[in-house]
């Protein structure tokens, strides 16, 4: 259908004399086109450019969203930002949150995506479709009900391990301040586990049919057609994936706001959420938007510092497939 | 023979592992639906059974109207399409428009474009929110979508432009040969071809506006009558942690939409997901 109405186009621009290319004709193609625009640099600009430019420029003033800013204070926010053992704390949280999916999910989605790349096994359409389910869930909403699956008073998690003896009461999961976080930890690793999965599949998918015949044809086993075929070929995919998990990780909100608010006693506090403490929550008196635009920013800078540090790989990645 | 057997076992002894990981991974999801259906004096009583004693509507019911999931269940869908639209309006007439090669400043916007996808953004939420009050739209849907299709452009305008890059310059000449201007072919030659992509951008943005939560928490504090499924969950949540049945009846209205769509057309939502790392 779609080939056809090309192939047929292509007829009658044949018969035609081609017409000219330049002239009052591009001019006001060219018009038309930054009309075309418009809309764009409008939603992109307000959206995405002006809140980046803005962040800053907010982040110098106290300020609490009541008319426009105009006490300047300076780097006052952002000293109070660095010098805040809360702050610190919420940003080892979310590092936490990039460790566990950089060092528990990426190399477990790996194995499982090694395993269903297999043509020879059966379900494993249906299998991948089990592991990534989770994914399309609402965080907010799946979040819930599995805080109360987890829950100690009756929650069915704690009456399987009381019934079969593993513990002798009920562990408060996401009530005690050291089993919370990794409690979380552990349901984001089960939420996102589905996209690094399909992000593996489809890596392993450029490895070439007929180099993993050579290799068997060469009598290479299991191990060293992974070690010398399929590993180098995924490496530098690998490091994409690696970027794309380290971001969406990093930025983790909905599943701690929803189930934990940051607590208990704060042992679960993330960036995002302890932004949001500062500009939004409804039982704050004033909000201080001055000062979380800065811990934004700071925390945005740090974001950044770390993404530099994959930066070399990132290049070499991006000359390769240029040419 | 043997040798047959042991590779038909090593094969299938997969299966003893990965069944139970599947049964356990999904198993949030089927208890939700099981226990949306009992009542919540067999829920107390306890029970590993799923299967309700007798299964009852009651908690739909109250999650419906007492805790207003009917009215979310609306917004969400208002909210979901309204990003749709506007993404799919925005992303399509700028990937026409810089799909020209020669277009004076598209290599700059395309930079840019490309650039903020890189560039880690902090957190944004306060300008954008100052910004949607600056406009008068904090008392709607409209300025949280505004908010949610902003800073989803960036790929949905990459792949438009990709898309119509790849269409011969021939057709667009032949359109214009038969009188058609540039709106005319935008919208009755081109935009008919982008069925793929538009489908693809259109899928991917409705999970993720159905499935946002940080925009819509933040621009329906003021209003709870606009909140989100996810929003409403959370308040819900927050209100009442022990209406265990109700809750599950609610997740289920919010979950299990959304999970309907994904598999009806979850061909095109994986290769979507997949296409960020192969490009």
Request: aromatic share 14%; net charge positive.
């Given at each position: 259908m779609k080939t056809d109405t090309v192939e047929r186009a292509l007829d009658v621009s044949a018969q035609s004399a081609p017409g000219p290319r330049r002239g009052p004709g591009a001019l006001r193609r060219n018009l038309w086109s930054y009309l075309f625009l418009v809309p764009t640099v409008l939603l992109f600009g307000g959206f995405t450019l002006w809140p980046m430019v803005a962040s800053w420029w907010y982040s110098f003033f106290n300020w609490d969203g009541v008319g426009n800013p105009t006490d300047w204070v300076g780097l006052a926010n952002f000293r109070e930002v660095l010098g805040a053992d809360a702050f610190w704390r919420a940003f080892w949280h979310s590092f936490a949150f990039s460790l566990a999916a950089i060092f528990i999910e990426m190399p477990l989605a790996l194995v499982l995506a090694i395993l269903l790349n297999n043509?020879?096994?059966?379900f494993r359409n249906l299998y991948r479709l089990v592991l990534f389910l989770p994914v399309v869930a609402t965080t907010a909403v799946i979040g819930i009900v599995i805080a109360i699956l987890l829950d100690p008073a009756g929650g069915l998690v704690n009456r399987v391990l009381l019934d079969t003896g593993l513990v002798d009461r009920p562990v408060n999961f996401l009530g005690g301040t050291s089993t919370a976080l990794p409690t979380l930890l552990s349901i984001d690793v089960w939420k996102g586990f589905g996209i690094t999965l399909i992000y593996w599949l489809a890596a392993l998918q450029t490895v070439p049919k007929d180099l993993q015949e050579a290799a068997a044809i060469d009598g290479a086993g299991f191990w060293r057609a992974l070690r010398f075929v399929t590993l180098p070929v995924v490496t530098p995919i690998a490091i994409v994936i690696l970027l794309l998990v380290f971001q969406r990780s990093l930025n983790t909100f909905d599943l701690v706001q929803a189930v934990t608010e940051g607590g208990p006693d704060y042992a679960t506090d993330v960036v995002p959420t302890y932004i949001y403490r500062y500009a939004f929550d409804p039982s704050l008196r004033a909000p201080r938007y001055g000062f979380a635009s800065a811990a934004g920013v700071v925390f945005g800078l740090l974001t950044l510092a770390i993404t530099l540090l994959q930066a070399p790989f990132m290049k070499r990645r991006m000359t390769r497939s240029a040419s | 023979m043997t040798g047959r057997w042991q590779l038909f076992a090593r094969r299938n002894v997969w299966h003893l592992l990965l069944v139970p990981l599947c049964l356990a991974w999904i198993y949030p999801f089927v208890w939700m639906v099981a226990a949306a259906f009992k009542t919540p004096r067999e829920m107390l009583i306890g029970g590993l059974s799923l299967l309700p004693d007798e299964a009852t509507f009651e908690n739909f019911r109250r999650a419906w109207t007492t805790a207003k999931f009917g009215t979310y269940t609306a917004n969400t869908i208002t909210f979901s399409v309204a990003v749709v639209m506007l993404v799919l309006l925005v992303a399509s007439t700028a990937g026409y428009a810089l799909a020209r090669p020669r277009l004076p400043g598209k290599k700059l916007l395309v930079g840019v474009l490309i650039a903020t996808m890189f560039?880690?953004?902090?957190?944004?939420i306060i300008p954008t929110f100052v910004l949607v009050n600056g406009l008068g739209l904090?008392?709607?849907?409209l300025g949280a979508a505004l908010a949610q299709a902003g800073p989803a452009l960036v790929v949905p305008v990459l792949l438009f432009m990709g898309f119509f890059s790849g269409i011969p310059k021939e057709l667009e000449e032949a359109a214009r040969m038969d009188g058609a201007g540039y709106l005319r072919t935008y919208w009755s030659v081109m935009l008919p071809l982008a069925k793929p992509v538009i489908g693809t951008v259109a899928l991917l943005n409705f999970i993720g506006a159905w499935n946002a939560f940080f925009v819509p928490l933040v621009f329906t504090l003021g209003n709870p009558d606009l909140r989100t499924l996810g929003v409403g969950m959370y308040g819900f949540y927050g209100q009442d942690t022990t209406d265990w049945t109700g809750l599950a009846a609610a997740a289920c209205i919010g979950v299990l939409p959304i999970v309907v769509v994904f598999l009806f057309l979850q061909r095109t939502f994986v290769e979507g997901i997949a296409g960020a790392v192969k490009n």
């Open positions: 043509s020879w096994l059966r | 560039i880690p953004h902090g957190y944004t904090s008392n709607g849907l």
